[in-house]
């Protein structure tokens, strides 16, 4: 830029900054600016046109329209030039402006005699705010420079929006960070919250985005740049080469540090500050622009890139600022968890003090989504934007049944949520008095009820809920939640504990079932079509076999004479049950001759997760010391639709009258040969579901801790006779699930 430009462009927003000092409202701000940056800019018009809602952006302040149109002209996104520039996130800069496509006349502001128009967006981290807009008689194509000064004007004014310096009486904008908002995203695990926002990344705020010293700010950012080399030089140098995942993490890291070394980048944070803008106010305006490209770009490769820039800039406006993690803010009353993403570590760490999680992005079977399903943590995914509308410390509720965020809610609304969790917690302390009592059905059958477990945070659950034992323990969460291989010794230690804890109940431990969505972060990810139907589970355990017998001798280490219960999941078919035993009875052989005690009891059963192993010969169902129905992985392979995609997820209903009949055709299966059969499926967890399940002859639930209660209440008062009466007539009347008629029984039980 032009030397005399960036002059100007320096005096200007040193004029800008001291209009924002001014005592006033913000509208009388507002329109100092825009009478300050049409005088600067030598144009006859300036206009600042904000969103009003998300579609609507409406004319706040001028220089130059009529003023009567300001708070008057609206505008829907797309609509006109100003609505383009808020819709593409582009500058639009043209002698003609009648001509251009989509120039809509507004005769209310008398616009239609001026020629030339250019119009930047107010953005920040790459969410527009709204669009500045200068216009002149004169019919002329503004010129780089005084385009690339308009932008560095629109950045201060985001960044002072941010700030509330348009708010206060007869405001033009609505004080960010105050007025309610709802984000609607999926649910990764059911559960309501009330509590406060607790951003496990805060974000950083700039409260200098204008500064006058020039070559002070650029040494300030050198310095920052050198600190940020040095912090990741140490942190590659810490990084061990051995495993595949420390390699990934060095690409990361070696990414990040060659856009600290990037001199385009570093040339364009130099450029604004010699425009006027603050070291801190730079890089963000840097990181805005990688942001409103990343929404873009589709390349997942460029994608990537993009977003450790992001992550970069962050680290930087962290070092400049001195704000971050360690501001020494303290964990507010009941945290509601508030990020972009988060590793399954960094949750864990968190543990069970947090209400609730909500993330903007993450998926049904991410980590962090395994972790909070331990943890039975109301969790909500997919929550577009949340970490730049929420602050911490704000009122927040989690509907994590309909997959819905209230923040800083009316209070009619939050009313109406207290309500619905009192609601359930009378509902649990009913069941507390169900604790000791057996899940004994009208008709006489007792239904064992058994949780599911995978971390040590559950078991005190075990107690508590009045589970009889662990009918599933997903040993692959303790592979998970580590950065590294566990080592067999730090496994004896966590079943030997788990064990302990269970003080003799039975805890069935599942093999590792690695693969589909549960990937190690430190094995080198498969690259398959469809991971669900892919290497995984006893696949892997089979074919290397190294991991499995690890784990196979650390449980018999961790039993240390008392009884084991161990399960394979997803067995296809007899010979991979056949192998996989094998493999254990040898691993019991070994353990044997160097003279180590083993299992008084030792029983080792299948998990039948797809629709192949119901059909197996008969000496299978012999063999199995137990079968447990894995229903979420036997539903989506029942009806070919993955658990994992929201589209399909739910279409097909477990009350489905195919489904439950093939239930019953297993259960038959395994009464021929008196093999024990349980189901362990989320559907074991929900009331109505579970009744069903047992009045298809299902003996042994296994679930979530906080469902025991709710199936036992509903077990209790059932006839399970009855309700299969009813199921077979709803099924031989031709209907495709007998929800309804389900349903319509229950009614008639009250
Ligand atoms: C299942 O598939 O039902 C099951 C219990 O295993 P997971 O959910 O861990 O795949
Ligand atoms: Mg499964």
């Known amino acids: 830029m032009a030397e005399r430009t960036e ?46 809602d998300a579609d609507t952006l409406e004319l706040c302040a001028t220089e130059g329209l009529q003023a009567g149109a300001v708070h008057e002209t609206r505008l829907r996104l797309g609509e ?73 004007v629109a950045m201060v004014l985001a960044e002072m929006s941010e700030l509330g310096a ?88 070696e990414s990040y540090r060659m856009f600290a070394n990037s001199r385009g980048w570093m040339r364009r944070m130099e450029e604004d500050i010699a425009a006027g803008l603050s070291a801190e106010a730079a890089v963000e305006k840097e990181q805005s622009a990688a942001r409103a490209r990343l929404a873009q770009v589709p390349d997942p490769y460029l994608r990537d890139r993009l977003h450790d820039l992001d992550d970069l800039s962050n680290r930087l406006l962290r070092i400049l ?41 993450g998926s049904v079977g991410s980590h962090a989504a395994i972790v909070a399903r331990a943890l039975a943590i109301p969790l909500i995914i997919h929550a577009k934007r949340i970490t730049t509308e929420a602050l911490n410390g704000d009122p927040i509720f989690l509907d994590g049944d309909q997959g819905i965020v209230h923040l800083r809610p009316e209070e009619s609304v939050a009313s109406a949520f207290r309500d619905k969790i009192a609601m359930q917690a009378d509902a649990q302390e009913r069941y507390a008095d169900l604790r000791d009592k057996p899940a004994k059905a009208l008709s006489g059958e007792v239904i064992r009820l058994d949780m599911n477990a995978g971390l040590m945070a559950d078991l005190p659950s075990l107690i508590g809920s009045g589970a009889e034992g662990v009918g599933l323990f997903r040993t692959e969460l303790q592979f998970l939640i580590r950065s590294h291989m566990p080592k067999r010794g730090d496994l004896v230690s966590i079943y030997s504990r788990v064990m302990d804890s269970a003080q003799g109940r039975r805890v069935v431990f599942r093999t590792l079932d690695i693969g589909s969505d549960k990937v190690l972060p430190y094995l080198k990810p498969q690259d398959e079509p469809n991971p669900a139907m892919g290497w995984r589970a006893i696949r892997v355990g089979l074919d ?44 019991m052989e070994r353990e044997d001759r160097l ?8 029983e080792i059963g299948a998990m039948l997760e797809t629709p192949s192993l119901a059909f197996a ?3 299978f169902f012999e063999l199995a010391d137990f079968i447990s129905i894995g229903g979420n992985d036997l539903k989506q392979f029942f009806f070919a639709a993955d658990r994992e995609n929201e589209r399909v997820r739910r279409r097909y209903d477990t009350l489905n009258v195919s489904f439950l009949n093939f239930v019953g055709q297993i259960v038959q299966r395994c009464a021929e040969t008196g093999t024990p059969l349980s189901f362990c499926g989320e559907d074991a967890g929900r009331p109505v579901e579970a009744l069903c399940i047992a009045a298809m002859g299902l003996r042994t639930l296994s679930m979530r801790p906080a469902s025991i209660g709710p199936v036992k209440h509903l077990i209790c008062r059932s006839d399970l006779n009855d309700l299969r009466a009813a199921i077979e007539a709803a099924g031989a009347a031709g209907e495709q699930s007998v929800r309804g008629a389900v349903m319509e029984w229950l009614g008639r039980q009250r």
């Open 617 to 619: 010969p008969r000496a």
């Open 544 to 587: 290397k076999p190294g991991v499995l017998r690890m784990q196979l001798q650390a449980l018999i280490r961790a039993a240390n004479g008392r009884p084991l219960t161990v399960m394979f999941p997803f067995v296809a078919q007899f010979d991979e049950f056949r192998a996989a035993r094998d493999h254990l009875l040898r691993v």
């Open 595 to 602: 003279g180590r005690a083993l299992p008084e009891k030792l």
């Open 166 to 253: 348009f708010t206060g009486e007869g405001a033009a904008l609505a004080a960010p960070h105050q007025h309610p908002v709802s984000f609607r995203g999926s649910v990764g695990q059911e559960g309501t919250a009330e509590g406060h926002v607790w951003l496990h990344d805060p974000r950083v705020v700039v409260t200098n985005p204008v500064a006058d010293d020039p070559e002070a700010e650029i040494a300030r950012l050198r310095a920052a740049i050198d600190e940020l080399r040095g912090t990741l030089d140490g942190l590659i140098a810490g990084v061990s080469t051995g495993t595949t995942s420390d390699k990934e993490q060095i690409e990361v890291l």
């Open 7 to 52: 002059t100007e462009s320096r005096k200007l927003l040193g004029r800008l900054r001291d209009t924002l000092a001014e005592a006033g409202a913000g509208q009388e701000r507002l329109d100092r600016i825009t009478h300050l940056i049409a005088d600067s800019m030598g144009t006859e018009v300036c206009s600042i046109y904000l969103f009003r």
């Open 321 to 361: 600022t001195g704000q971050g993690r360690d501001t020494g803010a303290t964990l507010p009353p009941n945290p509601v968890l508030v990020a972009r993403n988060i590793g399954p570590g960094e949750l864990l760490d968190y543990g069970r003090q947090l209400r609730g999680i909500v993330l903007e992005e």
């Open 80 to 152: 006109g030039l100003v609505g383009r520039v808020a819709r593409s996130g582009q500058v639009i800069n043209t002698a003609n402006a009648p001509a251009e496509k989509g120039f809509r006349f507004m005769p209310e502001t008398g616009e239609e005699r001026y020629s030339s128009f250019l119009g930047v967006p107010v953005q920040r981290l790459g969410e527009t705010l709204g669009v500045l807009v200068v216009q002149s008689l004169a019919a002329r194509r503004f010129s780089d420079d005084e385009v690339y000064a308009l932008e560095v």
